[in-house]
């Protein structure tokens, strides 16, 4: 049997060949590939963004969605929570101001040990399991290499949607878990 290719006549045995280089070269090359991304990924796991709340630092979850928001002004409610900051519009989409600082405040019974920032930030997050939702904090977004951090497991004080603690020679980080804390902050 005879197949014309590119107006050259193959032999069916010699297709054969030209298609079994070509599939292994490129099962080849997605294997590469693969394995290199899972490299890239290996690699960039612990570089992780951490915000900023008063003098504690909280590191997000990989699998949020997070966006810098200007501050605009924010439109007070009454009768709302007390960590209900008040409203913005983003988008033409109406979400709650999460005040951190009244958050740290009640979960953690600690008193302020700085003033309040003179130029709060706002970050809208995704999470999976809720609507987006905007959270008022003192220090714009940091990227860390927690490479060179040792961690330990929360302790049972700590609020319960705290995870590890990841330290260095000059900086402590704070895992937390959105999910358990966004769904605490909605039961109050």
């Not at 004080?157 to 980080?173: D, H, I, M, V, Y």
């Amino acid at each position: 049997m005879h197949t014309v290719e590119r107006d050259n006549v193959v032999e069916e045995a010699n297709l054969k060949a030209i298609n079994t280089d070509a599939s292994a070269s490129y099962h080849s090359a997605l294997s590469s590939a693969i394995n290199s991304k899972r490299k890239t990924r290996l690699s960039n796991s612990t570089n992780r963004f951490f915000y900023s709340v008063d003098t504690y630092n909280f590191l997000f979850e990989e699998s949020l969605k997070v966006e810098n928001l200007s501050v605009t002004a924010i439109n007070k409610v009454p009768h709302t929570p007390n960590w209900c900051t008040g409203i913005i519009s983003v988008r033409g989409v109406i979400m709650p101001v999460v005040d951190m600082r009244v958050v740290l405040k009640n979960e953690i019974q600690h008193k302020a040990k700085s003033k309040s920032p003179k130029k709060p930030h706002l970050l809208m997050v995704e999470h999976k399991n809720h609507a987006p939702i905007i959270i008022q904090i003192d220090k714009l977004p940091e990227i860390v290499n927690i490479k060179d951090y040792t961690y330990s497991e929360a302790t049972k004080s700590a609020p319960s949607w705290q995870g590890k603690t990841w330290e260095n020679s000059t900086n402590k980080l704070f895992e937390i878990d959105h999910d358990i804390l966004f769904n605490k902050i909605r039961s109050n």
